[in-house]
């Protein structure tokens, strides 16, 4: 259970020079923090499962963008599924709290499967691409060194190796709060990918595969 002590006195301890400036610590205010995180995560998630990339705090307006990050979109859901049916603090209150998640969950995991996932040239497994790897998508817009403007598609055919990693975590627990959400073959796949192609033989994870090129 989290108390001041717990939380600030190990910093108190570390840092004399914060002894005074450390605030106390309040329980209420915490909890009214994951209240007001967590129903925003929901309220920035439209019906199709995608999350509002940046919103304006002035006035409230989602910022469109053509490079949106599958690695953000599946470490919200993470965030979401930890915060509202991991967490033993929340336990007892995720009927207030959490009222929004089931939905919320669903729908962004469904765009995380219709619309980053798709087969890898030539290896018989699926993977999460960044943006995305629809083969009509040319790729987001980038600026070139003597000022034109074009779409690289190399961009729009990658796979991060983040990507991987945090979709498997996601999709997962998903799995474990909304059963049969997420084909479990799928998440296997995800995993295979990265243990067989990404990984180096001294253990470390080459950063991005790019299906058409060398690692």
């Not at 074009?150 to 909304?178: E, F, T």
Request: glycine share 6%.
């Amino acid at each position: 259970h989290l108390t001041e002590g717990t939380v600030l006195d190990p910093l108190r301890e570390r840092f004399p020079a914060l002894r005074a400036e450390l605030p106390a610590f309040d329980v209420r205010r915490v909890d009214r923090s994951i209240d007001r995180a967590t129903r925003y995560l929901c309220a920035a998630a439209d019906e199709d499962g995608k999350f509002a990339y940046e919103v304006k705090v002035e006035d409230g307006e989602a910022r469109e963008t053509d490079d949106y990050n599958v690695l953000r979109h599946t470490g919200a859901i993470y965030a979401l599924v930890d915060s509202c049916y991991f967490n033993e603090q929340t336990a007892s209150v995720r009927a207030k709290y959490c009222a929004c998640a089931p939905e919320t969950i669903r729908n962004t995991v469904q765009w995380v499967v219709r619309e980053a996932i798709f087969p890898i040239p030539n290896l018989e497994l699926s993977g999460v691409y960044n943006p995305h790897g629809d083969p009509n998508y040319l790729g987001p817009t980038v600026r070139q060194p003597d000022g034109t403007v074009m779409q690289d598609r190399a961009l729009a055919a990658r796979l991060p190796l983040g990507g991987q990693g945090l979709a498997m975590i996601a999709l997962s627990m998903a799995n474990q709060v909304q059963p049969g959400l997420v084909e479990w073959g799928t998440v296997e796949q995800i995993g295979e990918f990265v243990t067989q192609h990404l990984q180096k033989d001294d253990g470390s994870f080459f950063t991005f595969w790019f299906p058409h090129k060398e690692p």
